[in-house]
C-alpha cells in the first residue's frame, strides 16, 4: 500500500521538524507485519540524511492519520527505532533523530573527478586535451547515436561492428604491413583488458611468461593474478621455457622473440599502443606482420584520440581467433556501439590520419621542449623513441625516490622500474618550459641527496 508522508508543522519555534510531504511506500514484511515495514522506511529517512540528527519526529497520531494505518501500528515501528539507537524521546518534548544513530553507516567522502587541468604538468596519465578535434567528434557521435536503432543495440556483435573491424584492417594494420581479416579483429575497451583477455585464453596458473624490464605495470599485474611465473627478456633465449611473452614497441627482444616463438610453440603479445606515436624515423613494421602465426597484437584508440573513447582491439592470429571470441563472450567487455560507429566515420572520413600527423608534430616539439629542460639529465640517444612520455634512466633503484620527490612537487612523473621514470608529454610546450626549470632542480636534488 503506498502514501504520501504529510509531515505537520510541529509546536516549537527553533527546532529541526521532518520535512513534509515524503513518499512511503508501505509493504507489510512477511514476518514483522505492516509495523516493520514502516519502521525500515522511517530508518531509511535518517540513513539517507533526510531526518538529520536531532530533527524532531512526527507523533504517532500524525503518522497514523496521514499513512491510514492503526495508531498502534505507528507506535511500534516509532518505539522500535527508539530501541535499535535511531531516535531517542526526550521527556515532554517529543521523539527525536538520535545525534549519534546506532550502526549508522560511514559517510564516504563524495569521489572527485580529475580532469587533465589537475594533472600535474608531467603526470604521463595527462592527456593533450588541446590536440583533439572535439567538435568534429561530437558531430561524428550525434550521428552515431542517430543511426542506431533499438535492434541494433540487442544484436550488436561481441567481437564488435563489422564495419568498424574491416576499416581498422584497411586503414590501421594495412599501412603498417600488417595484412588480416576483419575476422582476426577483436573489439574491446581497453587495452589492458585485451591482453587480459589473452592471458585467460593462453595462460594456466603456473605457467611461465616472458616480460621486459620496461613492461607496463598494468601488465605485470594482470599477468600475476592470471597465475603466471615472470621471467624476464633479458635472460637465454635457448632457455626461456615460456608459454607467453608480452613485448613494447620498443622492446630490445624483439629481434629473437619470433625465432623463439616459431620454436618452442609459443605465443607473442605485441603492445603496440605506442607505435603511431614515432618521433625520429618511420616506425618499423609490427612482429604480427613477420610472425603473425604466433603473435596477437593489441592496439588502443583511448592514448590516441581520449581516455574516456574505450575503444581498443586486437588482431589474432587464425588459430586464437575462435579461442578469443569464446573467452570473450565469457569474460565480457564490449566497447560502446556508438563509439564505435563514430570513430569509424572519424577514421573513414581522414579525421584520424589528420589527427595523427598533427599529434606526431606536436608530441615531438613536446618531447624536444622537455629534453631541453633536461640538459645534462637526460641523454637523447638513451630516451625511448615513441610514446606519450619521456622514459629517463636514473640508475638503479633511484626512480623511486625521484618520482615521490615529484608528486611531493606537484610536479607528476611515475617510476616504472626501479631505475626507470616516466615523464609525461601532456602539456603544452609553454607550460612544459615554464616548470623544466624546477623539474630539473627537483631530479638533481634529489639523485645528488642519493649521492651523499
Known sequence: M???????????????????????????????????????RLRTFILDGVWPPGTRLPSSRTLAADLKVSRNTAILAVEQLIADGWAESRSRSGVYVSIRPAAAPVALPQPRARDAAELPPFAPERPAADLFPAQIWKQLQARAWAQIEPEHLIAADPAGDAV??????????????????????????????????????????????????ACRPSVRHLL?????????????????????????????????LPGWARQGGSWIVEDDRDSELWFDEAPPPPLAAE??????????????????????????????????????????????????????AFIAEGHFARHLRRRRQ???????????????????????????????????????????????ERLGGTAAT???????????????RAQGARLAAVILSELSRGHA
Not at 225 to 246: I, K, V, Y
Not at 387 to 398: C, F, K, M, P, T
Request: glycine share 10%; charged share 20%.
Open 224 to 256: 600475476e593474478a592470471r597465475g603466471a611465473r615472470l621471467q624476464a627478456t633479458g635472460c637465454d633465449p635457448a632457455e626461456a621455457a615460456a608459454r607467453l611473452a608480452c613485448t613494447g614497441f620498443d622492446g630490445a627482444a624483439r629481434h629473437w
Open 164 to 213: 568498424l573491424r574491416e576499416t581498422i584492417a584497411r586503414l590501421v594494420c594495412a599501412p603498417r604491413g600488417l595484412r588480416c581479416h576483419p575476422d582476426q579483429i577483436l573489439i574491446v575497451p581497453t587495452a589492458t583488458a585485451a591482453i587480459d583477455l589473452i592471458a585467460a585464453t593462453l595462460l594456466r596458473a603456473g605457467d611461465a611468461a616472458l616480460v621486459e624490464e
Open 2 to 40: 503506498g502514501s504520501v508522508l504529510a509531515m505537520r508543522d510541529m509546536e516549537g519555534l527553533g527546532r529541526s521538524r521532518a520535512p513534509a510531504f515524503l513518499p512511503v511506500d508501505l509493504m507489510p514484511e512477511p514476518q514483522g507485519g505492516l509495523y516493520q515495514g514502516l519502521y525500515k
Open 291 to 344: 610472425a603473425g602465426e604466433h603473435v596477437v597484437l593489441v592496439g588502443s584508440f583511448n592514448r590516441l584520440l581520449f581516455p574516456g573513447l574505450c575503444v581498443a582491439f586486437l588482431v589474432a592470429p587464425p588459430a586464437l581467433v575462435d579461442p578469443l571470441r569464446d573467452a570473450h563472450a565469457i569474460v565480457g567487455g564490449r566497447a560502446s556501439l556508438a563509439s564505435q560507429l563514430a570513430l569509424e
Open 418 to 432: 626501479g631505475s626507470r621514470l616516466l615523464l609525461g608529454l601532456g602539456a603544452t610546450p609553454e607550460a612544459i
Open 362 to 408: 606536436a608530441y615531438a616539439e613536446r618531447r624536444v621542449a622537455l629534453l631541453d629542460c633536461l640538459a645534462g639529465i637526460a641523454d637523447p640517444d638513451r630516451v625511448n623513441r615513441a610514446g606519450l612520455h619521456l622514459a629517463l634512466e636514473l640508475g638503479e633503484g633511484r626512480a623511486p625516490a625521484v618520482a615521490s620527490r615529484l608528486a611531493a
